[in-house]
């Protein structure tokens, strides 16, 4: 009875596994027509143009004047070698320095340029704020006189400098150098080369009629 079981089981498989089969054999043509439509959706799409390679333009020929302009390399080797030798030809004129040459070609008294700095360096422009600053200190100078100071019978303003130094003790410490600038630039009149406090107290300082015309005056409120 047994073995009739066995042999019955091997003849007939279980209806299970028919129903496996059916299934499987379902998905693989449902794979089939997949594949059959996604083969035609790709034939339909139009084809690819190849992708070009970028190319970079080459860049034009410069001239020599681009070669030259300010910010090349030709133009700061150019700018440096030409400070190179200004320093050289200063240096040979400079006795402080070790390479001063007492045959080099100097200026002399009269000559332009003699006894200023060279244009356009530091020293220079040092030397122009410098003549900036005493040009104003000149018309604080010319506006204290007036405010503190009397009429001549000529109409322009006086002050005695021992007057003049008492209330300049709150403005500034170059009253002497201011005034005999002043004196030099033509805006007051005083006697003597040199003012001192106490021995110059009663040494009359006058404005000229151009220091009313001073450009350099402080501003008044």
């Known amino acids: 009875l047994w073995f009739g079981y066995f042999f019955c089981f091997e003849q007939c498989p279980p209806p299970i596994t028919a129903m496996g089969c059916s299934c499987a054999s379902n998905q693989t043509e449902d794979a089939n027509d997949l594949g059959q439509q996604n083969q035609g959706t790709i034939a339909s799409r139009p084809a690819m143009e190849p992708v070009k390679a970028y190319e970079k333009p080459l860049p034009a020929p410069r001239t020599a004047e681009e070669l030259i302009r300010p910010g090349s390399g030709k133009a700061l080797a150019k700018m440096w070698d030409t400070r190179a030798k200004e320093a050289n030809q200063s240096s040979k004129r400079n006795i402080f320095s070790k390479h001063y040459d007492p045959s080099a070609p100097k200026l002399g008294r009269g000559q332009e340029g003699y006894g200023k700095a060279p244009a356009g360096s530091k020293s220079a422009e040092r030397a122009e704020r410098a003549k900036e600053w005493v040009k104003e200190q000149i018309g604080l100078l010319i506006a204290t006189i007036i405010k503190i100071g ?5 109409g322009n303003h006086e002050v005695t400098f021992g007057k003049l130094f008492v209330i300049y003790q709150d403005i500034s410490d ?8 002043a004196r030099k630039y033509g805006c007051v009149r005083f006697e003597g080369d040199m003012l001192f406090q106490g021995q110059s107290d009663s040494v009359v300082i ?5 220091a009313y015309s ?5 501003l008044t409120k």
């Open 150 to 154: 009397t009429k001549d019978p000529e």
């Open 174 to 181: 170059t009253l002497v150098g201011t005034l005999r600038r």
């Open 206 to 210: 006058s404005l000229s009629q151009k």
């Open 214 to 218: 001073w450009k350099h005056m402080p």
